[in-house]
């Protein structure tokens, strides 16, 4: 198998534990081979240093031949939407550049083909990555 490009890695560097991802899939270069949402959990943390409550969400994303499953953490979301099925047609991650956005919408989750899914977070994680599991 290839390695993942140079630019991939480098594009997304700021996920954190992207080598857990790429170890499963060296040659992993695009997100929109995960095109199964096989499911999203959200929860509330509260940050008692700021006052303040910060919503998470784990998404569960898969390839459809079931060769790669990935669960993302995605600290800190904001403009959260999830509509229609649980097929992604074109799942995508951008990192966001615009400091004047602001450090909570660092990156940009998103579904480029149908708008399933939508959303903005501060941090994301790869918290597991491996074949699906039956």
């Given at each position: 198998?290839?390695?993942?490009?140079?630019?991939?890695?480098?594009?997304?560097?700021?996920?954190?534990?992207?080598?857990?991802?790429l170890q499963q899939a060296p040659s992993f270069s695009s997100w929109s081979t995960l095109?199964?949402?096989?499911?999203?959990?959200?929860?509330?943390?509260?940050?008692?240093?700021?006052?303040?409550?910060?919503?998470?969400?784990?998404?569960?994303?898969?390839?459809?031949?079931?060769?790669?499953?990935?669960?993302?953490?995605?600290?800190?979301?904001?403009?959260?939407?999830?509509?229609?099925?649980?097929?992604?047609?074109?799942?995508?991650?951008?990192?966001?550049e615009d400091p004047e956005l602001g450090a909570e919408r660092t990156f940009h989750i998103?579904?480029?083909?149908?708008?399933?899914?939508?959303?903005?977070?501060?941090?994301?994680?790869?918290?597991?990555?491996?074949?699906?599991?039956?």
């Open positions: 198998m290839n390695a993942a490009s140079p630019r991939f890695s480098q594009q997304y560097k700021k996920i954190q534990n992207l080598d857990k991802l095109d199964l949402l096989n499911g999203f959990r959200m929860y509330t943390e509260y940050d008692y240093d700021n006052w303040l409550e910060v919503h998470n969400l784990e998404l569960t994303l898969a390839s459809q031949d079931g060769s790669l499953q990935v669960v993302l953490l995605c600290r800190n979301i904001s403009a959260f939407s999830v509509y229609g099925d649980f097929q992604v047609a074109g799942f995508a991650i951008e990192v966001n998103f579904d480029y083909e149908d708008n399933i899914i939508h959303l903005f977070c501060q941090e994301i994680e790869v918290l597991q990555a491996g074949p699906v599991d039956v």
